[in-house]
């Protein structure tokens, strides 16, 4: 059965170098928090903005603020689980 539009062997289909992930897993950490830390000192000032000055999108405002909210929560569920992963090695026995 030959399915038109769909390549006749997977094996054909390959990974380009654009897609392949680059550097290392200690500089996607930094670089990952690095994001977060920018996302919660922008929602910061655009609250503080929006409260003091007046000036300002409540909805732009709210959404960065729930964006902030999700990296962060997202960075601390990364980090317990590496932290969970690191306690299990510890416990292996040699």
Same mark, same amino acid.
């Given at each position: 059965?030959?399915?038109?539009? +769909?390549?006749?062997?997977?094996?054909?289909?390959?990974? #380009?170098?654009? %897609?392949?992930?680059?550097? *290392?897993?200690? !500089? +996607? +950490?930094? &670089?990952? %928090? !690095?994001?977060? *830390?920018?996302?919660?000192? %922008?929602?910061?000032?655009? !609250?503080?903005? +929006?409260?003091?000055?007046?000036?300002? *999108?409540? #909805?732009? #405002?709210?959404?960065?603020?729930?964006?902030?909210?999700?990296?962060? &929560?997202?960075? /601390? $569920?990364?980090?317990?689980?590496?932290?969970? $992963?690191?306690?299990?090695? /510890?416990? /292996?026995?040699?």
């Amino acid at each position: 059965m030959n399915i038109q539009g +769909l390549p006749t062997q997977l094996g054909s289909v390959t990974q #380009t170098e654009t %897609t392949k992930p680059k550097g *290392n897993f200690g !500089a +996607l +950490l930094k &670089q990952y %928090t !690095a994001d977060v *830390n920018h996302d919660v000192k %922008t929602a910061a000032k655009n !609250a503080e903005t +929006l409260a003091v000055d007046g000036v300002g *999108n409540v #909805t732009d #405002t709210m959404m960065a603020v729930k964006k902030a909210g999700l990296s962060f &929560q997202l960075m /601390m $569920a990364a980090r317990n689980k590496m932290v969970d $992963a690191y306690r299990e090695v /510890m416990r /292996m026995q040699v």
